[in-house]
């Protein structure tokens, strides 16, 4: 086999509550992910070499090894040696379509793609959970992009429970194309400011762990009820992206959606996308004309999109 074209699809966060520290540095986390429709296209070609080559036809993506999909390539690669040097690399070519350093985890969906990819084009027959188990070796959000849909994931965020398809809700997303948030430096100013209300016992954590499993976020979208659902959004990251002197205008955004008709809004991960949720795909083009007019700002991208079902898809044999 040649290779494989896979779809990578973008999430965004409905609910993203940082409960405390973890040992090994990172937040232990309380969330809701959700799958959109807009996607990354990867291709995973075999190039007869022992090595990987990387792609991409956005400028601020980088081929060299520090790309996550690279490094995904490489992981695999250690793990089954044999197989890397019985059927070779490959030439990864990603065509960008998620928004880079946008909060929708477009690096992770890559690197998901490249280990779906491999495990197929190597006759691995890996489970989705050990490429999962994988994928969180190299970052917290590449498990759910394997397997993507409706999760919620505590942890890391590696630790992932699926809910209920909910592919009737439709999407905005809205990104000032020069901005771009570091999402350790997202997380370090929480911690910085926030970190002395952090949970530290154990018990205690384990309660808020399971509280989300049975809170009202929960209720809604067993019902698929969708207004429900925008009213319980969260993102506690806003709390320091927005206030940020270099990020008003994401904070203007965000209160130029409020002040449209839509189920409800919110910065999505550590940013700067903002999100309006919608219940057609009417009423979010009408959300993208509203703040294309209102803000009038070249540097705007918006998309409209849709809630999707499912990860990694495999798009074409090659
Ligand atoms: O896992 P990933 O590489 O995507 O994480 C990027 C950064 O976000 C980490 O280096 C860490 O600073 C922060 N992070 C965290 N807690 C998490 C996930 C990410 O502190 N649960």
């Known amino acids: ?117 491999l495990d197929l084009m190597w006759n691995l027959g890996l489970t989705q959970s050990e490429l999962q188990d994988l994928g969180a070796q190299l970052g917290s959000d590449i498990p759910f992009c394997v397997s993507g849909g409706t999760a919620i994931a505590t942890g890391r965020g590696e630790q992932l429970a699926p809910l209920p398809d909910l592919d009737h809700l439709h999407v905005l997303l809205a990104k000032y194309r020069s901005l771009s948030v570091s999402t350790p430096w997202a997380y370090q100013t929480y911690r910085q400011q926030f970190g002395d209300s952090y949970i530290r016992e154990g018990d205690r954590l384990q309660q808020r762990r399971s509280a989300i499993h049975a809170g009202p976020m929960m209720g809604a979208i067993a019902s698929r009820d969708g207004r429900a659902m925008g009213s319980l959004l969260r993102n506690d990251l806003e709390k320091v992206v927005l206030p940020a002197p270099d990020y008003a205008k994401v904070a203007a955004l965000k209160q130029a959606l409020l002040e449209q008709d839509s189920l409800g809004v919110m910065m999505s991960g550590s940013g700067p996308t903002v999100f309006a949720l919608a219940d057609s795909a009417d009423q979010a083009m009408h959300l993208k004309q509203a703040i294309q007019q209102q803000l009038a700002d070249p540097d705007l991208d918006l998309w409209v999109t849709r809630f999707c079902a499912s990860g990694i898809q495999l798009s074409e044999s090659l």
């Open 1 to 117: 086999m040649r290779g494989y074209v896979l779809l990578a699809p973008a999430k965004i966060n409905l609910y993203l509550e940082i409960l405390g520290d973890r040992p090994d540095g990172y937040h232990e986390m309380a969330m809701v992910l959700q799958s959109v429709a807009l996607a990354d296209r990867v291709e995973v070609r075999a190039n007869g070499a022992e090595r990987f080559q990387v792609s991409c036809n956005h400028p601020q993506v980088p081929s060299d090894p520090s790309n996550l999909a690279y490094r995904a390539a490489m992981l695999l690669a250690q793990a089954f040696p044999e197989p890397f040097y019985q059927f070779g690399g490959a030439h990864i070519t990603i065509d960008k379509q998620i928004p880079v350093g946008a909060g929708l985890a477009g690096g992770s969906a890559n690197a998901a793609a490249v280990l779906v990819g």
